[in-house]
């Protein structure tokens, strides 16, 4: 029965633990409201049914989740393999671009058939993205981290120059320099799952990705050498590993996922075409950075992914109806999602940092009266089925965890 | 009053000198209790140092030995108990609680930052007079003066991960002397030492004593508790079983205390058949890490049935050359082949497809995922055979018996296979490795250390697995230091020094007076 229990407990401590963060995150939040003199109750109550009120607000949460969720499984792929991929942004445009030069191409396939051609086109663009660094670090000792970044703005003016030549709109001509493709075909539109809603088959594409994912990396002999090479390089090689290859594969199949999101972003988008008005940013929404925090969100566990990035993209579709009902500054919101992401990737640290001081205050407490004896729970055990990051927290002298590296660059 | 809760242990001069209680003990600590998920790692222990005295922790893997110092220097916090010092109870939080209050440690595995110099790590983590600019030259000065005075040597400005393992840990001896510790605990010291580096440290642990400090010992090897210890503590599962002193003791009787059976300390050595070579090496060279040729020229061969161990004073060559066997380091010239086939410069998971299996010589960074599971680690070579891993899927359940076969057969102590690597004590990874490597149905197999760490009921089973695949016409490349133990395993002995083959000497002639002489780089008389 305690056993159970105690099972029980340990395995929802994984969620919990970003959850607290979370909640942290809207407590200093709202004494920000506070001080731009708005009320935080009726702003975080607008947030919340911005978020997830109703249909439309459910939908647009969504959407918001889907590129989130897509990035974030790769990024778990990646993550647990000790490959750092911040090249999410640049895998989403590659896969945007091939996928819509897809459709461009063969407008006139039928939607069975184009459907998944684009769709796999946008993997097949995202996984080159990512095959790039992971060759460079594999075979040249280039750092990923570096690479990936500097991928990021190749791909982003790679867009601005496809979509301002030879993919350009010829139709809007007139209407000036607008980096934008023509309206792509009908065929091509991800269909609505529920009628009079925008939620669409991306969000199942998505899913189904993430238990992919899982599979991926608890089921097969691959994930397992990735996973291996990830933890332990060297015993991986001892044991006869391709370690080259796995990291080429990590960051490939990791650049697929993204370069999936890209094209469910084209062919979801309300306008239904490719275009950059407000510079690629505009077009990504962050989602390849916003995704490297769903997944730690989630515990780098492609699975908790799913609800992590849901919330995730709660909390951004939400922190603008909360900017509406409150009448605040929008950098406040933009503060808030920040505040949200600090607190999640070092939510770990803390939470770890509190059980030692909850043990030492019981140490104290039991010194002073008899054995108030029952074994202290084991909460500092990780269930390797549950999800939490690879060989962090537990080990005080672990070098470079993945939480670590990325909260400086997701900003 | 300190002593009512002790234990009888009644020493002459424990009378009080003085009136209230000036402890007669440096360390005490009393009644530790630590539970662990799925394991009691200490139960009630008793346990207490006196100043001037060399104190041995013995027991089995996973006895609770490295759980006990952990507790004391603050790395865990326990469940019951206290911890007094001089008299006075401490609350020790964190190893700087347990350095402030003059407890240092040298680890199992070794704590060290091998990007740094060795006065770099020295310097770590202690304040500098010149905060907060560093003040290394000063560090180096008394460095050097602390190293003369115990005759530690060790270059201060070399890069740690330049330094052999007997040398970083007179690194890690320096760092807590450095600390000027009234207490110093040692966690398998000799585990990584040669036999002559061993003497030096059991020379310089017992002057450290003489100087009044107290000393925590922790070893598996008889002989050299026998020689060092003041005293000796037995765990077994948790608790002590028992305390005496070498005067009161044997070898024998220890080993009965610590497995609760009689052990064979000299394994028994099988007349097997020699057959077809399996292993040859041919004019091999090997650079080492700084450049300098490690193994320079060697010829060998192995034969199915046989063990040739390899004798010699680790940093000769012997890492080297086992790397370049299994694919690790590129051979300059030369060639290794394993059964037929030709593998030089082969990529290490061809050298396995060929037939070898190999237990590294640094089993925590060279031998386990920590972060895997047991049953995970237990997969790491037969990952894709089909008898595991059907469509590229792991096929669990198979897994997941012959993880627990193998941990039932090795004797791994762990609570379940599911248990996460780095919880398991040092000798039982070890074990995990051994029952991988072994299990694989080799055609060579290349052991370093194989006995290294773990405790002697295990290094029985160890020694008799081994014997066993030689029964098997298994070809056994043994790398080993302990002259005993090559002594007893193997039928020929080659004796590496400088990288070169000294000498092939058949193991019924061979005394150890004359493999000492080699190893130390004297000729051959004849
Ligand atoms: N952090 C931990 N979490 C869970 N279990 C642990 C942890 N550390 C140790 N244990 C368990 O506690 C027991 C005692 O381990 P300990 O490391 O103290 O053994 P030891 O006597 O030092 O053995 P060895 O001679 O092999 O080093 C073992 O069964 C081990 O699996
Ligand atoms: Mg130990």
Known sequence: MTE?????????????????????????????????????????????????????????????????????????????????????????????????????????????????????????????????????????????????????????????????????????????????????????????????????????????????????????????????????????????????????????????????????????????????????????????????????????????????????????????????AVQVATPLVVALSGLVVVFVVSSESIVTRAREWAERVSQIAKGGSSSGNEPSTPLGATDPGSPRAPDSASEPESTQTPETSSETIVT | MPANSLQSQSQPESQSESPSPPSPYLLEMRGITKQFPGVLANDRVDFNVKAGEVHTLLGENGAGKSTLMNVLYGLHQPDEGEVRMNGEQLSISSPSDAIARGIGMVHQHFM?????????????????????????????????????????????????????????????????????????????????????????????????????????????????????????????????????????????????????????????????????????????????????????????????????GLAGVSGNGQRELAQAIAGLREAKSGTVSIDGTDVTNAHPSSVRKAGLSYVPEERMRDGVVSGFSVSENMMLLSRRESEFARFGFMRFGAIKEHSSNLVDRFAVKTPNIDTPTRNLSGGNIQKLILARELSSSPKVILAAQPTRGVDIGAAEYINEQLAKQKANGCATLLVSEDLDEVLALADRIGVIYEGRLMDVIDAKTATPHQLGLLMAGVAKAA
């Open chain 2, 112 to 308: 060290l930052v091998p990007t740094l110099t060795v006065t770099e790590n020295v310097a770590l983590g202690l304040k500098s007079d010149r905060r907060p600019l560093t003040d290394l030259p000063t560090v180096e000065k008394r460095i050097t003066e602390l190293s003369q005075a115990y005759g530690l040597q060790v270059d201060p400005n070399a890069y740690v991960w330049q330094l052999a393992v007997g040398e970083r840990q007179r690194v890690e001896i320096l760092k807590a002397l450095y600390r000027e510790v009234s207490l110093l605990v040692l966690d398998e010291p000799t585990a990584v030492l040669t036999p002559q580096e061993v003497e030096e440290l059991i020379a310089v642990l017992r002057q450290l004593a003489t100087d009044g400090r107290g000393l925590v010992f922790i070893s598996h090897k008889l002989h050299e508790v026998m020689s060092v210890s003041d005293r000796i503590t037995v765990l077994r599962d948790g608790h002590v079983s028992g305390e005496t002193t070498p005067a009161e003791t044997s070898r024998e009787q220890l080993a009965q205390m610590m497995v609760g059976r009689p052990v064979k300390l000299v394994p028994d050595k099988p007349e097997v058949d020699v057959g077809e070579v399996k292993l040859v090496i041919k004019d091999l060279e090997v650079e080492g890490d700084r450049g300098n040729l490690a193994v320079n020229g060697i010829s060998l061969e192995v034969l199915a049935g046989e063990i040739f």
């Open chain 1, 4 to 324: 159970i229990r105690q099972r029980l407990l340990r395995n929802a401590i994984g969620p919990m633990v970003p959850l607290t963060a979370v909640l942290l995150a809207l407590i200093i939040g709202a004494f920000m409201v506070l001080a731009f003199g708005g009320d935080p109750i009726e702003g975080y109550r607008a947030m919340f049914s911005g978020a997830f009120g109703g249909w439309d607000e459910l939908s647009e949460t969504t959407l918001r989740a889907t590129p989130l969720l897509l990035v974030g499984v790769g990024i778990c792929i990646a993550f647990r393999s000790s490959v750092i991929n911040i090249g999410g942004e640049g895998q989403i445009i590659a896969g945007a671009l091939l996928c819509t030069t897809i459709v461009l191409v063969l407008p006139d396939l039928p939607r069975p058939v184009l459907l998944p051609l684009a769709l796999l086109g946008g993997a097949v663009g995202g996984a080159f993205w990512g095959w790039m660094p992971g060759m460079l670090k594999a075979y040249a000792a280039v750092n990923e981290i570096l690479s990936t970044i500097m991928l990021n703005i190749v791909a982003g003016y790679l867009m601005q120059f496809l979509l301002l030549g030879p993919m350009k709109d010829r139709q809007s001509e007139e209407l000036g320099d607008i980096a934008q493709t023509e309206r792509l075909s009908e065929n091509a539109k991800l269909p609505t799952l529920l009628e009079g809603t925008q939620f669409n088959l991306g969000i199942v594409v998505a899913v189904l990705a993430a238990i992919v994912g899982f599979v991926l990396l608890w089921r097969t002999s691959l994930g397992f050498e990735m996973r291996a090479v990830g933890g332990n390089q060297i015993a991986a090689q001892y044991a006869g590993m391709r370690v080259k290859r796995n990291i080429v594969l990590a960051l490939t199949f990791s650049g697929m996922m993204s370069g999936l999101a890209g094209a469910v972003l084209v062919l979801s988008s309300t306008a239904h075409r490719l275009s950059v008005e407000s510079g690629p940013s505009g077009f990504t929404q962050l989602a390849g950075f916003n995704g490297i925090v769903a997944a730690l969100f989630g515990a780098l566990h492609p699975l908790w992914t799913i609800p992590a990035s849901f919330l995730f993209g709660g909390l951004l579709v939400g922190a603008f109806a909360l900017q509406r």
